[in-house]
């Protein structure tokens, strides 16, 4: 029988297995291959960015998926899962869960979350849906829209939040989104080690996700050649 999302994933590392076009792994083939190794690591769900990439991994790995889609549009700084067209389009692959951003900013097109968010729910009412926050206030409209997940994914990604880290002073941010969030929160962003990814389990996260630090090999090597050099 299958389990629901929030069981499968409680208190386990979700990878998240992306790379866009400027990287040096962009490809879906690639991505898959990281989705299987994640899966033999024990790892419980994967994320993952745009369509071609999320159909590759479900036919590679079993495990749940986040689904996001990064766009950009020449009117908005809000680039995941930004506008209903990249919404349906991901719900359409049959992933479990949608991300999208949930911070203050203009959306494009003039679309406003509220009205993305309810037709969400009548076009796929059995798709989650993951709020990337950036702030405690973008957590409390994640709440009011009656998002099902919170993520810290944005925190330090927006200007107002920029050069924050929410492992700062044990996750002092991530604290206070815990004590603020009215559904399940997912640790997300710079979490590059597994003693943080353990704390913020530790702390009450749902679930946590990693990303850069086991998919992103660029990024890897070079915390390596700086610390040498
Ligand atoms: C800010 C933004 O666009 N974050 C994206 C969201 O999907 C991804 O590029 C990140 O890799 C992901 O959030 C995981 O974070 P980290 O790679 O730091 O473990």
Redesign the pocket.
Known sequence: MEKNFLEQVKGKLIV?C?ALPNEPLYSSFIMSRMALAAQLAGAAGI?A?SVVDIQAIQDEVELPIIG?N?VDYPDSDV??TPTIKEMRAVAATGVQVV?CDVTSRKRPKEEQLEDIVAQMRIEFPNTLLMA?TATLADVKVANELGFDLVGT??HG?TPETKGQDIATDDFTYLKEVLACSKVPVIA?????TPTKAKRCLELGCHTV?????IT?PL?IASCFVQAIN
């Open positions: 998240s992306q994320r960015n996001l990064k680039y995941i991300a990337d994914t944005m990604y997300e962003g710079k979490i590059d996700v990693v990303g850069g630090a992103r990024e």
